[in-house]
Nanobody, 122 residues
Framework: QLQLVESGGSSVQPGGSLRLSCATS????????IGWFRQAPGKERERISC??????LPTYADSVRGRFSISRDKNTVYLQMNSLKPEDTAVYYC????????????WGFGYWGQGTQVTVSS
């Protein structure tokens, strides 16, 4: 059974850092693209980063490029978030889709975790 479980969300002051984890089971990361998404109250879900399957190539949204970094090891995908801003406050989700490339559409990812809350506030 394919599962994704996010962890690492917390409250942090502006300028701080967090590392989110997406623990996976039931599949091999080499065969799936994994994306990180976020959704703030009243806003649409936004893809902020993705790492492809076989080649582990990262992509980033303009809003986080240079501040966030995606990586993975055997069964876990990480999102290192630095220089956090209040506008980064959201529920963060990871999602998986079979295949090497990251789907262009947010809802093209077939498997989702439950989310973890990140709050950036002074």
């Amino acid at each position: 059974q394919l599962q994704l479980v996010e962890s690492g969300g917390s409250s942090v002051q502006p300028g701080g850092s967090l590392r989110l984890s997406c623990a996976t089971s039931g599949f091999t990361l080499d065969d799936y693209a994994i994306g990180w998404f976020r959704q703030a109250p009243g806003k649409e879900r936004e893809r902020i980063s993705c790492i492809s399957g076989k080649d582990a190539l990262p992509t980033y949204a303009d809003s986080v490029r240079g501040r966030f970094s995606i990586s993975r090891d055997k069964n876990t995908v990480y999102l290192q978030m630095n220089s956090l801003k209040p506008e980064d406050t959201a529920v963060y989700y990871c999602a998986a889709d079979v295949g090497d490339t990251c789907p262009a559409n947010v809802w093209g990812f077939g498997y989702w975790g439950q989310g973890t809350q990140v709050t950036v506030s002074s």
